[in-house]
């Protein structure tokens, strides 16, 4: 029974570290994005 829990646990710890990964890389490309956008629009003013 203590083998289940800690493997939930572990699993659970993977997935946490996943969706922080994808959350940052998602961030990364939003900030990104957003200095391209601000890029284009002031060289366009």
Known sequence: ???F????HASNR????AL???AVSAG???Y??????VGLY???L
């Open 32 to 37: 990104v994005a957003k200095l391209a956008v």
């Open 5 to 8: 829990i800690s493997a939930i």
């Open 20 to 22: 922080a990964a994808i």
């Open 42 to 44: 002031g060289g366009a």
């Open 1 to 3: 029974m203590m083998d």
């Open 14 to 17: 993977a997935d946490f570290v």
């Open 28 to 30: 990364i490309l939003i």
